[in-house]
């Protein structure tokens, strides 16, 4: 991208004695970033100037050449044939300097009643929009992946754990629901964003809107926006939206963070619980035997980005005086990025769910270890009018004799479990089972295999 001539042909030139130097421009240009804006800042224009005509600042001869010379541009972008240019400092800018060139007089019409500080904010809200789009359809194919591999894992006994120690075992179907969750959360907290973003900024020029009476409502139906940004200076200076946008990705990619993380850990062979798919795994340069899961732990180190992007724009907008402050450039950046990290990761991880392979022998082995049905004996222990606090007394003394055994407590016979509490009866055994355990948890939100089936044939209607 050229930066030759100089900004002597800048549109606001026309105040200055000599033009910005070579450095100033480089340093204050952004086409090189928000041409990424350009369909949209395209769109935009075209409503603009239809509103324009609508209310009688433009002509009809006017409008029809701006329509005619936008449609060139437009293709001009989607072909890469558009002549960018880093002289011509933005995206609004290098358009609007073509569509004069395409059309004369016209396109020299066109920035009446607006200015670049409400088209940016106008741009960047329909791209953000979107982006929206494409992320809650991509949470939608990761929560359909995730539906699928608990289907087939209903019945799959694995140990939960608290600490990352054995806690109680739970049915892996059970244990991908609980993301199947988290994301329903992201997904909402995405569209709330949605809501609040889709109003219209065009029209506050630049902060204290214009003496021509112009129809906001008509632009703001014509791009979808359900209605306008009521005040015109926090129009060109609110970036609320972007935070909000990059603090719901930021959790997206905490949650996937925390799934890589399980993966991680359940592919080292301390655990085996599952095997990925070499196709989502990377080698080593030096130790042949190596398959690492390199794609779980770049969406793990991803998240550290889009945080950082959060921090990177609560900080830009800490302290700005009202209203547009050209700080705001600096907004694209990173949300052009948390957005392009999050749907790739989101894109790449329901790829890889299905690819992975359980090993249900390996996880129901390590759900035997630990004592895990311990609580069931105790909740057993209550049930024969044991008062919880004494149940719980009484099975940690016979985890201990267990331990001292070298044994499970479910290995336990009767007449030894009996020495700790007389309650015991022959039934104890049944409780002291992985599938005695699962079954007996059919509540609500509980991990018993039927409650699992349930629970997945309603996730799938919400997705619906
Ligand atoms: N490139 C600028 C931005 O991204 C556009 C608005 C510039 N407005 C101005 N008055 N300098 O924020």
Same mark, same amino acid.
């Given at each position: 991208?050229?930066?030759?001539?100089?900004?002597?042909?800048?549109?606001?030139?026309?105040?200055?004695?000599?033009?910005?130097?070579?450095?100033?421009?480089?340093?204050?240009?952004?086409?090189?970033?928000?041409?990424?804006?350009?369909?949209?800042?395209?769109?935009?224009?075209?409503?603009?100037?239809?509103?324009?005509?609508?209310?009688?600042? @433009?002509?009809?001869?006017?409008?029809?050449?701006?329509?005619?010379?936008?449609?060139?541009?437009?293709?001009?972008?989607?072909?890469?044939?558009?002549?960018?240019?880093?002289?011509?400092?933005?995206?609004?800018?290098? @358009?609007?300097?073509?569509?004069?060139?395409?059309?004369?007089?016209?396109?020299?019409?066109?920035? $009446?009643?607006?200015?670049?500080?409400?088209?940016?904010?106008?741009?960047?809200?329909?791209?953000?929009?979107?982006?929206?789009?494409?992320?809650?359809?991509?949470?939608?194919?990761?929560?359909?992946?995730? %539906?699928?591999?608990?289907?087939?894992?209903?019945?799959?006994?694995?140990?939960?754990?608290?600490?990352?120690?054995?806690?109680?075992?739970?049915?892996?179907?059970?244990?991908? %629901?609980?993301?199947?969750?988290?994301?329903?959360?992201?997904?909402?907290?995405?569209?709330?964003?949605?809501?609040?973003?889709?109003?219209?900024?065009?029209?506050?020029?630049?902060?204290?809107?214009?003496?021509?009476? @112009?129809?906001?409502?008509?632009?703001?139906?014509?791009?979808?926006?359900?209605?306008?940004?009521?005040?015109?200076?926090?129009?060109?200076?609110?970036?609320?939206?972007?935070?909000?946008?990059?603090?719901?990705?930021?959790?997206?990619?905490?949650?996937?963070?925390?799934?890589?993380?399980?993966?991680?850990?359940?592919?080292?062979?301390?655990?085996?619980?599952?095997?990925?798919?070499?196709?989502?795994? $990377?080698?080593?340069?030096?130790?042949?035997?190596?398959?690492?899961?390199?794609?779980?732990?770049? @969406?793990?180190?991803?998240?550290?980005?889009?945080?950082?992007?959060?921090?990177?724009?609560?900080? %830009?907008?800490?302290?700005?005086?009202?209203?547009?402050?050209?700080?705001?450039?600096?907004?694209?950046?990173?949300?052009?990025?948390?957005?392009?990290?999050? $749907?790739?990761?989101?894109?790449?991880?329901?790829?890889?769910?299905?690819?992975?392979?359980?090993?249900?022998?390996?996880?129901?082995?390590?759900?035997?270890?630990?004592?895990?049905?311990?609580?069931?004996?105790?909740?057993?222990?209550?049930?024969?009018?044991?008062?919880?606090?004494?149940?719980?007394?009484?099975?940690?003394?016979?985890?201990?004799?267990?331990?001292?055994?070298?044994?499970?407590?479910?290995?336990?016979?009767?007449?030894?479990?009996?020495?700790?509490?007389?309650?015991?009866?022959?039934?104890?055994?049944?409780?002291?089972?992985?599938?005695?355990? %699962?079954?007996?948890?059919?509540?609500?939100?509980?991990?018993?295999?039927?409650?699992?089936?349930?629970?997945?044939?309603?996730?799938?209607?919400?997705?619906?």
């Amino acid at each position: 991208m050229p930066a030759n001539d100089k900004t002597r042909n800048a549109p606001w030139s026309g105040r200055f004695g000599e033009p910005a130097t070579e450095l100033v421009q480089r340093f204050t240009a952004s086409v090189g970033f928000d041409r990424r804006l350009a369909e949209f800042d395209v769109e935009a224009s075209v409503a603009h100037a239809r509103m324009l005509h609508a209310v009688g600042v @433009i002509a009809k001869g006017d409008l029809a050449a701006i329509e005619k010379g936008l449609a060139q541009i437009l293709s001009e972008i989607r072909a890469g044939s558009f002549p960018w240019s880093e002289a011509h400092e933005d995206v609004h800018f290098n @358009i609007e300097r073509r569509l004069t060139e395409l059309v004369g007089e016209p396109g020299k019409r066109l920035h $009446t009643a607006r200015s670049r500080n409400d088209q940016v904010a106008t741009d960047v809200r329909l791209y953000l929009r979107a982006a929206i789009d494409q992320a809650l359809a991509l949470i939608k194919s990761v929560q359909r992946a995730l %539906l699928e591999l608990a289907d087939a894992h209903a019945e799959t006994v694995m140990p939960g754990y608290t600490h990352l120690q054995v806690a109680q075992p739970v049915s892996f179907g059970h244990h991908l %629901l609980a993301y199947f969750e988290m994301l329903a959360r992201d997904a909402q907290r995405l569209a709330d964003c949605r809501k609040r973003l889709n109003r219209l900024p065009l029209g506050a020029a630049a902060l204290a809107g214009t003496s021509f009476q @112009i129809d906001r409502l008509m632009v703001a139906k014509e791009l979808g926006f359900d209605g306008v940004c009521e005040n015109s200076i926090d129009a060109v200076s609110d970036r609320d939206f972007a935070i909000e946008f990059c603090a719901g990705a930021a959790l997206v990619m905490m949650h996937l963070s925390r799934f890589c993380e399980e993966l991680i850990l359940w592919t080292n062979p301390r655990f085996g619980f599952v095997e990925l798919a070499d196709r989502f795994c $990377t080698g080593s340069s030096i130790m042949p035997q190596k398959k690492n899961p390199d794609v779980a732990e770049l @969406i793990r180190g991803k998240t550290g980005r889009v945080n950082g992007h959060v921090v990177a724009l609560l900080t %830009l907008m800490k302290a700005q005086p009202l209203a547009y402050n050209r700080d705001n450039q600096e907004d694209k950046e990173p949300l052009f990025d948390a957005v392009d990290t999050l $749907t790739l990761s989101l894109a790449v991880f329901a790829e890889m769910l299905p690819g992975i392979k359980v090993n249900r022998e390996e996880m129901e082995a390590a759900a035997r270890q630990g004592h895990a049905t311990a609580t069931d004996l105790a909740e057993y222990l209550v049930r024969k009018g044991v008062p919880f606090r004494e149940a719980h007394e009484a099975v940690a003394q016979a985890v201990r004799y267990a331990e001292s055994r070298g044994c499970q407590l479910a290995e336990l016979k009767v007449s030894e479990l009996q020495r700790f509490s007389p309650a015991i009866g022959k039934d104890a055994l049944a409780v002291l089972t992985l599938e005695g355990s %699962l079954q007996s948890r059919t509540h609500l939100g509980g991990t018993a295999p039927v409650r699992v089936k349930a629970a997945i044939a309603k996730a799938r209607k919400s997705l619906a």
